[in-house]
């Protein structure tokens, strides 16, 4: 290739429409990312994420509940010895999301205790045989007095 | 929805743009001008509406109509003052000579489409995601807007918001972002998820018009656009600013402290108001997590080091006395939230202080981070094609032009931003978390931290398009 050639075929005119092409191409790609977010999204999902599916499990225990205070913790995952089990912890900060400006305290040693449990994993006959009563059930949350505790 | 909610959100953002406007010259054109300020002010807004919820909180209780009442005031006065302080400056700073500022080009115009298409498209995938996670991320409803609701519902017992009995969710952390949601609640007498989102988008699309507009001012429009762009198509940027995690603010305000500090190197011997808004924004930053103090503490060794090796031929104490007057408010905000609001962090501190010796002596640490460090350093904005070798084979394909002007602030900001990314380091290195699970979960985000002041200062090096095709020697590309 000549020399005169290559300065045409790399000039400044091609440098320059090759730099913007470089900066456009990326920029292109996220109006197609919103294509295909809109082709999979799903309208029936909305109020379905994680967090408002909490905030309505907790409502009915919400109202019972005093505004303020601190109240225990208690499920079926065992948080206090696993506490690197990322679900169990997101159950118990979402439960403390759903109640605040309740204090939850993630132990059972309080008077009030929340009960946060899995779908069928509560067990009514357990807690009086550890010094609960059951005040609430709703099924997979309830709500604990602990006898133990004046 | 609550019609107050827009009002809550638009008296904030007309607060911080009279008021950074106070400390700005006005330059031509007008719509950069007005962009640049909006911008601005929206940072600068939320910040200082947050500030003056937890003053007032602090010091007369919760009490919506007081605050409002406040709010409006401080608008009116600002406004006043804006108005007063317009009618002495006899004579505009004139605009300066750009190439390329005159008509737009076939070439500009087609990028101007092309920023508004990314950005609509932006907007779309920003609504979707929110659509999806209307409570944010993790972080933001595990820390920010739980905060938030502890004070909004708390009442008059808004300090349970810092009980040390909450440590899992960090009370030490700063309180931007949880109080000018508070805020918003308390504005218009309703919880919503309106308010957060809304801010995050807020503080998304300041970070974007603030970036753009700056390039406007220092450098071209069609930098401006492409800078635009690249911050558009970080998939990551947009993700984090819809799941409303406090990343986004903070690179606000880091970026915007760079800018700041550009414009006043320009006209070092004009007023000092930049360097007052970029000890404001640092502060802010500070105000929003605590990588802010981290940046603040690198600023300042960065401007050290550089004094030092000038040897005084530059004068020092002006500059820094007006970043430590803009910074004063915060810091004073900062140390008492800290000590009194929520001393609990400190005794953390301490407790990491202690180990360490212990950590830094553990060697097969050193190698694990670094990986770590490189490997989300190409990865961290989840792109589909990665920006770095093509911003490279664009600076190749321009080459590099940067104002005379602009060199001092670049060298202080890149050395900033390494101290910071060393500052990153010894954080990982010295945190008491396991530190795998650490690096996985939040080192994509302090990359993201740093990133719009990374494209901003690649586009102030860039030699623009404009400048290239003036030295072709073929007039307007495209006209």
Redesign the interface.
């Known amino acids: 290739m000549r020399s005169a050639d290559r300065k045409a075929l790399f ?3 091609v ?6 092409l ?10 197609w ?2 294509v295909e ?2 082709i999979s ?1 799903d ?1 029936r ?3 379905k ?1 994680v ?2 599916l909490y905030e309505k499990r907790f409502a009915p225990l919400k109202g019972m509940l005093p ?2 205070g ?1 109240v225990g913790y208690i499920t079926d995952a065992d948080l206090q010895s696993r506490p ?1 089990d990322v679900k169990a912890v ?1 159950r118990f ?2 439960t ?2 759903a109640l ?2 309740l ?1 939850v ?2 132990i059972p040693q309080s008077r009030l205790v929340v009960g946060n449990f899995h779908e069928g994993a509560f067990d009514p006959k357990l807690p009086a045989n550890q010094g609960f009563v059951v005040l609430l059930n709703f099924g997979d949350v309830v709500l604990l007095r602990n006898e133990a505790v004046p | 929805m609550n019609p107050l909610v827009f009002p809550s959100l638009l008296i904030p953002v007309a607060i911080g743009s009279v008021f950074v406007s106070l400390w700005l010259p006005w330059r031509k054109p007008l719509s950069s001008a007005l962009l640049f300020r909006t911008s601005l002010g929206t940072g600068f807004g939320f910040g200082i509406s947050s500030c003056l919820f937890v003053l007032g909180l602090v010091g007369w209780g919760p009490s919506r109509g007081g605050f409002i009442l406040a709010e409006i005031t401080l608008l009116v006065v600002l406004m006043a003052a804006l108005v007063c302080s317009l009618r002495r400056r006899s004579a505009r700073i004139p605009p300066e000579p750009r190439p390329g500022s005159g008509k737009a080009t076939t070439l500009q115009r087609m990028l101007r489409l092309l920023f508004y298409l990314t950005l609509a498209s932006a907007g779309g995938i920003f609504l979707l995601v929110s659509l999806q996670n209307p409570h944010g991320g993790w972080d933001a409803w595990s820390i920010w807007n739980l905060r938030a609701r502890f004070i909004y519902r708390g009442g008059d017992q808004w300090r349970e918001a810092f009980s040390p009995l909450l440590s899992r969710s960090h009370p030490d952390y700063p309180l931007l972002l949880p109080a000018a949601v508070a805020r918003g609640w308390s504005y218009i007498g309703q919880e919503t998820v309106l308010i957060p989102a809304m801010l995050s988008l807020g503080f998304a699309l300041a970070t974007v018009g603030i970036m753009v507009s700056s390039l406007f001012v220092l450098r071209t429009r069609t930098q401006g656009y492409l800078a635009g762009l690249v911050l558009l198509s970080t998939p990551f940027f947009l993700r984090v600013a819809a799941y409303q995690l406090a990343d986004v603010p903070l690179g606000f305000f880091i970026l915007t402290t760079i800018v700041m500090l550009c414009l006043y190197d320009r006209r070092p011997e004009g007023p000092p108001g930049p360097l007052l808004l970029a000890g404001m924004a640092a502060g802010f930053a500070a105000w929003t997590k605590n990588e802010g103090l981290l940046f603040i503490a690198s600023y300042l060794g960065a401007r050290g080091t550089l004094t030092l090796l000038e040897r005084g031929r530059k004068p020092v104490l002006k500059p820094m006395l007006f970043f430590a007057l803009g910074l004063l408010p915060m810091a004073i905000l900062i140390v008492y939230h800290k000590t009194r609001l929520a001393p609990s962090g400190g005794f953390l501190f301490l407790e990491g202080f202690r180990s360490a010796p212990a950590r830094l002596r553990e060697l097969s640490a050193y190698p694990q981070i670094l990986k770590a460090f490189a490997e989300k350093m190409l990865t961290f904005g989840e792109w589909r094609v990665n920006p770095l070798p093509v911003l490279a084979l664009y600076l190749a394909c321009l080459g590099i032009e940067m104002d005379r002007r602009d060199r001092r602030p670049m060298a202080v900001s890149i050395l900033a931003l390494g101290l910071m990314v060393a500052g990153y380091f010894f954080v990982y290195l010295l945190s008491p978390y396991d530190r795998q699970w650490y690096l996985t979960n939040s080192l994509n985000r302090l990359f993201l931290q740093l990133w719009p002041s990374l494209i901003f200062l690649f586009f102030l090096t860039a030699r623009p398009i404009e400048q290239a095709v003036i030295a072709a020697g073929q007039g307007r590309l495209g006209s």
């Open positions: 000039g400044p005119a440098r320059v429409r090759v730099g913007i470089l900066i456009s191409l990326p920029a292109l790609l996220t109006v990312r919103l977010e809109a999204f309208p999902g909305i109020g994420d967090v408002t505004n303020k601190v690197e997101q900060v979402l403390q999301y605040a400006p204090i305290l993630n």
